[in-house]
């Protein structure tokens, strides 16, 4: 029996790291596709143990796999093929395997970057083909018998060979995926804002058929959407209880999008009382849709979800393709507030017509908003998504490590590169500033010592510490009073939230249809 590594490229932005320890999902559903081909597994979060190539290379040593796995997407790719030469250094014999939204459509790139040591790219959706490969590969397997696994790249006599495209899953086909839940370390896993916590993911569909252009999703996924079966989504959180578990990250881009589907498991988890909190993001127009039934969000522990808004104005939006108007994403914050859900949005600076007024509407906008959390985001030119082609005259670097959001490598008309990033360093400073103000008139103890966490891991653990230092040095004196004045007397709060699940909260801040 062979064995396969998983391995997380040890790339740090500081951007969703902020609030938590984020399970790698994908590396779960691909371990349970490796036992699948009789391959024996292990995932080594690298990214989130916050350790080196020293300690990968200790471990690569250690485990000594016949096959290293590694995810990436543009923003990790670099050190993703680092931990694949470094592979390679150790035992040559090794092979080496890439996949993600990046490798799916730069594989040539990465094969010529990779000084010969990247052995196979798996493109797409790629449990099965994964799973195909394991179950017959050998090393002297010949490029004949591979061009018939679908979804595979590689190169052979300096040429590269790319098989067909596999399918997408059924819905059908997702349920019935096996899940390698103890191949991870759940000590690892924790969701900052509420201490004590054991943090858990799941996906309940793949896809969206939206048609956003600055979207890398939807491209790897077609358009498509799947949605899996309610039932199929609670057996993976039930699962997860097991080793602890007590809040959720919905992984997927657009859980929503089926009203019925969508209800029917908000029932379920309302029914049988799991304790568990719930984490996600959708689109705004669903939140409208489901103004009469936010209550049971709510009820089935949902407590934050995220709306891309990603503009202000409409112009933009359209431009953006994001499917949405300016009101629509301010009655969904609203509605979202009204049911006592935690808000969180994003705004998309530094589009080729940027300019500092533009900026400005866009932070006084977000500010009008009220979300709870706001992110402003640098366009970032992925190199496989439909605005592309529009964004490339304007790109001033290539440098992948830099496309991550918070860094600014699109150079608009009329701006530079570096006021673009001194106008998101004060866009965020503005806005948490006035959170921060607002903080001391919260009268619900859960709102209150949730956000107040959240906002001091903000300022003193996110990118904005790098770019400008702590931002609580930067506070007026009577912001720093009245955040001196809040209380944090919410028991809940004070270690094991697994003391408080649900059911304490629906005491906590009440529950009305």
Known sequence: MGKILFITAPYHANVVEVAGRW???????????ARQAGIKVEIYDAMTKKVGMKEIEEKIRKSRPDYIGVMSITCTSPDALEVVKLAKKINPSITTIMGGIHPTYMYDELFDRSDGTL?????????????????????????????????LAFRHNGKTIVTAARPLMTPEELDRLPLAWDALEWSDYTYYILPGSTLGAV?????????????????????KWRGRSPEGVIKDVEDQKKYGVNVILLTDDYPTLDRERWERLLDILIEKELGVYFLMETRAEDIIRDKDILWKYRKA??????????????DTLE????????????????????????????MILGMPDETPETIERTIEAAIAYNPDFCHFLAICPWPYADMYEELKPYIESYDYRRYNLIDPVVKPKNM?????????????????MGKLQQLKDIDNPFRKGYLLAAMKRVMQNSFLVNKIGNLGDHMPEQVKKAIDEISLEADHFKGDITKCPVTRLKKLVGLRK
């Open 119 to 151: 052995d196979f790219v798996v493109r797409g959706e790629g449990e099965n083909t994964l799973r195909e490969f394991l179950a017959s590969h050998k090393g002297s397997q010949s490029a004949e018998s591979l061009k018939g696994i679908n979804g």
């Open 23 to 33: 399970v790698p999902l994908y590396y779960v559903y691909l371990a349970g596709a």
């Open 319 to 346: 431009k953006m393709k994001k499917g949405i108007t300016v009101d629509q994403a301010r009655e969904a914050l609203q509605l979202l507030d009204e049911a006592d859900i935690i808000t969180e949005t994003s």
């Open 301 to 314: 522990g949902i407590i934050h979800i995220y709306i891309g808004t990603e503009a202000t104005d409409q």
């Open 203 to 223: 996906s309940t569909s793949r896809g969206c058929d939206k048609d956003c252009s600055f979207c890398s999703q939807r491209v790897f996924w077609e358009k």
């Open 416 to 432: 530079t590169t570096k006021e673009v990033d001194e106008a998101i360093v004060e866009c965020y400073r503005r806005f948490y």
